[in-house]
């Protein structure tokens, strides 16, 4: 079974930048969705993003045009750009990978200071 292991979190100003990846102790290949999942303190956890093997992207209406996912196969990678960090996307982030069931990662915290 693949684990997942996130990284790239962190404290960072509105208005800023980070870069989350998710690598994968196997191939990703055959996942499909890989997906970024967040939940924030006292709400449920929601889908901020993902992309299929074909590379076919969607993006929670709150993030689109800010954050961008995407994936490298050869590297078993799968990546998070997110700009334009506002307050409200303070949450832990979660990678998880879909073949038939979920497979999830530990999480990465993501704060935003206002």
């Known amino acids: 079974q693949v684990q997942l292991v996130e990284s790239g979190g962190g404290l960072v100003q509105a208005g800023g930048s980070l870069r989350l990846s998710c690598s994968a102790s196997g191939s990703i290949v055959s996942f499909n969705p890989m997906l970024w999942y967040r939940q924030a303190p006292g709400k449920q956890r929601e889908l901020v993003a993902s992309?299929?093997?074909?590379?076919?992207?969607n993006y929670a209406d709150s993030v689109k045009g800010r954050f961008t996912i995407s994936r490298d196969n050869t590297k078993n990678t799968v990546y998070l750009q997110m700009n334009s960090l506002k307050p409200e996307d303070t949450a832990v982030y979660y990678c998880?990978?879909?073949?038939?069931?979920?497979?999830w990662g530990q999480g990465t915290q993501v704060t935003v200071s206002s």
């Open positions: 998880a990978a879909f073949k038939v069931v979920f497979t």
């Open positions: 992309i299929t093997s074909a590379g076919t992207v």
